[in-house]
T-cell receptor, first 116, second 116 residues
């Protein structure tokens, strides 16, 4: 059963702690993305990766870090430098390397992070 | 530059009546356009996409959208609302940035309420 998995579904952390969100896909997609969703703001791009061992900052990368050591995995770390980390985080992937405007992004179920 | 505007943040319809969710876009190129649906605390699911083929696009669950270049619109419609259609809907415009890579912009979403 192909798809994108994110874990955990809910995550609670104390302020000042780093936390890593998992994203795995078995669709054999080249490109992967991380978005942040806040109420009334749509989705904002944090980081994206077009191929293994390469990634680029999105629109709101400050306070976040990523790695892409394997094609199927793209973990996101929310660091203590992120001023307002409480949000819903969505991972996505697309078959191409982000070179075509027609590429469809497929989304995982999301992780809701709450920083106490 | 590109942008997308969803004209209504909330839409309320009675079960069995038509649905209209409005979306206007702006793009320097010939864009691709998508509609996604999101149920509470879930990921985004693709409803349909336009990629410069037929201007009337049919999607899943009875939804369709018409690309109107002269009006820069891509409104989502359904002839008869079902209770299960209650969700948030996102209009998305996709083009290419100055580096030749896909640039995706999400609207801020329209919450659809279906009244029994």
């Amino acid at each position: 059963d192909g798809g994108i998995t994110q874990s955990p579904k809910y995550l609670f952390r104390k302020e000042g702690q780093n936390v890593t969100l998992s994203c795995e896909q078995n669709l054999n997609h080249d490109a992967m993305y991380w978005y942040r969703q806040d109420p009334g703001q749509g989705l904002r791009l944090i980081y994206y990766s077009q191929i293994v061992n390469d990634f680029q900052k999105g629109d709101i990368a400050e306070g976040y870090s990523v790695s892409r050591e394997k094609k199927e995995s793209f973990p996101l770390t929310v660091t203590s430098a992120q001023k307002n980390p409480t949000a819903f985080y969505l991972c996505a992937s697309s078959i191409g390397q982000g070179l075509a405007s027609t590429d469809t992004q497929y989304f995982g179920p999301g992780t809701r992070l709450t920083v106490l | 530059a590109q942008s997308v505007t969803q004209l209504d943040s909330h839409v309320s319809v009675s079960e069995g009546t038509p649905v209209l969710l409005r979306c206007n876009y702006s793009s320097s190129y010939s864009p691709s356009l998508f509609w996604y649906v999101q149920h509470p605390n879930k990921g985004l699911q693709l409803l349909l996409k336009y990629t410069s083929a037929a201007t009337l696009v049919k999607g899943i669950n009875g939804f369709e959208a018409e690309f109107k270049k002269s009006e820069t619109s891509f409104h989502l419609t359904k002839p008869s609302a079902h209770m299960s259609d209650a969700a948030e809907y996102f209009c998305v415009v996709s083009g290419l940035n100055s580096g030749g890579y896909q640039k995706v912009t999400f609207g801020t979403g329209t919450k659809l309420q279906v009244i029994p």
